[in-house]
C-alpha cells in the first residue's frame, strides 16, 4: 500500500468529520506472550488503515484545517541504544518523510502537547473501550482543559465513536486492498493445494500446518491472518480446533482452515479433503452437498442482494439435502422455520473479509439486512458437521465438511478471489494422486 493510499484514506474521514474536531487513534500496545518475550507486534488495523505505521507507542491526531498540519504523528525518539536491541525506528524526521505525518512529536510529550490541540474543537472523535490505559489519559486531559474554563479555554462538548465512519470506509475496499486481497487469495490457495499434495495417513496435524505456514512465507505472506486450523476425522467436528496434534488417520476426511496475511490483508480459505486421497461414498454425499450450497450461496453475492441472502440459499439447499439423506425428517420448509438444520450447521455462512479476517462493517442497517454493494468482500463458507454421538446413522459420525471462499462484490455479480484451490471432488482426487 502506498503513501498516496493512506493520504487519500485520512483526507476523506476528515471531510466525515468537519470542521473543529480532533480524531485520535491510538495504535495497539506489545503484548507479552511470557515472562520478558513478546508477541509478533501487529498494529492496531484502524490505526494502520489510516497511517501505514508500522511501529508500537504511537497515536495518530486527525485535525482537519489545522494551520501547521492537519496529521500529526506521536511516536518514539530515534535511540540509537535501543535500536541496537530491538531494531530501527522511523523517529520524527521519518515519520514526516517515510509515512506522510505532517508533523511528529516525541511519544513522551504527548501529555503536554495533546491537549493543545483539543483546544477549541468541538468533537472529539474516539472509540472508547478498546484501549482502556488510554481512554483514562484523554479523560484526564479533558478535564485538565475543563479546570481551565474561567480563562476562557474550550473544552470538547461531544465525544463521537470513531468506530462508525472508519468502519464504514473499510467496508469498500479501493482497487490497492483488492490487489492485496487477491495476492493474500493466490498465496493461501497454493498453501492449501501443497497440503493436499503432501497428506497422507500417518502424518501429524502439525505437520500440515507446517507447510501451510511454509508456502504462506515463501510465497511473500510474512505471516497467518489467523490460527489455523487442521482439523483430522473428528477433530474437523470442532468449529474453532487449533491444537493441530493429532494423527490423520487412513479413511478420516482433513477439514483445513487457514489463511495468510499479505500486507495487512487477511485471506480466509477452507477445504476439506480425503487423508489416503479417496473419498468414500458417504464422505462424497456429504461432501457434494455442501459443495452444492455453497455454489448456490456464491451465486446470490450481487449487487441489490441482501446480506442474508447466501446464507438463506445455502441453508435451503443443506436442508433438503439433508431430508434427502436421512439426517432430518419432515417438510423442508418447516425444518428451515425450526431451525432444525442447526444440529448439523450451527454457524453462519460468511463474514467480512479484509484487514481483520472477521472484518468490520455493519450486517445490518436500521434493523434490515445490508444491501451489498460493489467493493464489499467477505466469505461464503457452508459446511456439515457431525459428532459422534448424534442422532445421525454411525457411518456419518465424526466427519466435519466446510468449503469457504473469499468472495469480492463487483458491479455486475462477483468474484471467487480464492478459486486457485480444487474443491470438486474429482479435481482433489486428482490433485492428490498427482502430489
Known amino acids: 500500500m502506498n503513501a498516496k493510499e493512506f493520504k487519500r484514506r485520512r483526507k476523506h474521514l476528515m471531510e466525515m468529520m468537519g470542521d473543529k474536531s480532533v480524531a485520535i487513534l491510538p495504535s495497539s500496545p506489545v503484548r507479552l506472550r511470557n515472562r520478558d518475550v513478546e508477541y509478533k507486534y501487529r498494529p492496531d488495523s484502524d490505526f494502520y488503515y489510516l497511517t501505514g505505521f508500522p511501529e508500537p507507542e504511537s497515536v495518530a491526531v486527525l485535525v482537519p484545517n489545522r494551520e501547521h498540519g492537519e496529521y500529526i504523528l506521536f511516536c518514539r525518539e530515534n535511540d540509537p541504544e535501543m535500536e541496537t536491541w530491538n531494531g530501527r525506528r522511523a523517529g520524527q524526521n521519518g ?26 474543537a468541538e468533537r472529539v472523535f474516539y472509540t472508547m473501550g478498546t484501549h482502556p490505559d488510554f481512554d483514562q489519559r484523554l479523560i484526564g486531559w479533558v478535564n485538565r482543559l475543563r479546570k481551565q474554563s474561567r480563562a476562557g479555554i474550550h473544552t470538547p462538548g461531544e465525544f463521537v465513536s470513531l468506530d462508525h465512519q472508519l468502519h464504514e470506509m473499510r467496508l469498500y475496499k479501493s482497487s490497492a486492498e483488492i490487489q492485496a486481497m487477491r495476492q493474500a487469495a493466490a498465496i493461501s490457495a497454493e498453501a492449501h493445494r501443497r497440503a493436499m499434495q503432501i497428506c497422507q495417513p500417518g502424518m501429524k496435524e502439525y505437520q500440515i500446518e507446517a507447510e501451510l505456514g511454509h508456502t504462506f512465507m515463501t510465497e511473500g505472506a510474512l505471516s497467518h491472518a489467523y490460527a489455523s486450523i487442521v482439523g483430522g476425522g473428528a477433530n474437523g467436528c470442532v468449529l474453532h480446533y487449533v491444537e493441530n496434534r493429532s494423527t490423520l488417520k487412513n479413511g478420516d476426511l482433513l477439514l483445513i482452515d487457514a489463511g495468510a496475511e499479505y500486507d495487512y490483508y487477511a485471506s480466509d480459505i477452507s477445504r476439506t479433503f480425503p487423508v489416503n486421497g479417496k473419498f468414500s461414498r458417504a464422505q462424497r454425499s456429504l461432501y457434494e452437498l455442501v459443495l452444492e450450497a455453497q455454489l448456490a450461496a456464491i451465486e446470490q453475492v450481487k449487487p441489490g442482494n441482501h446480506w442474508n441472502d447466501p446464507h438463506e440459499a445455502a441453508v435451503k439447499v443443506l436442508t433438503k439435502g ?114
Open 95 to 120: 515519520a514526516v518523510s517515510e509515512y506522510g505525518a505532517d508533523d511528529s512529536f516525541p511519544i513522551d510529550d504527548i501529555d503536554d502537547i495533546l491537549p493543545g490541540l483539543l483546544e477549541g
Open 322 to 435: 439433508m431430508v434427502s439423506l436421512g439426517l432430518l425428517k419432515g417438510s423442508v420448509k418447516k425444518l428451515i422455520e425450526k431451525e432444525a438444520y442447526r444440529e448439523y450447521f450451527m454457524h453462519r455462512t460468511g463474514h467480512w473479509l479484509g484487514m481483520d479476517v472477521h472484518d468490520v462493517g455493519d450486517y445490518k442497517v436500521e434493523d434490515d439486512w445490508r444491501l451489498l454493494e460493489a467493493g464489499m468482500t467477505l466469505t461464503v463458507e457452508p459446511g456439515i458437521y457431525i459428532a459422534a454421538g448424534s442422532k445421525a446413522a454411525k457411518k456419518w459420525w465424526n466427519t466435519g465438511i466446510r468449503i469457504e471462499d473469499d468472495v469480492l462484490v463487483t458491479k455486475k455479480g462477483c468474484e471467487v478471489l480464492s478459486d486457485g484451490v480444487p474443491k470438486q471432488p474429482d479435481e482433489i482426487e486428482a490433485l492428490m494422486a498427482a502430489g
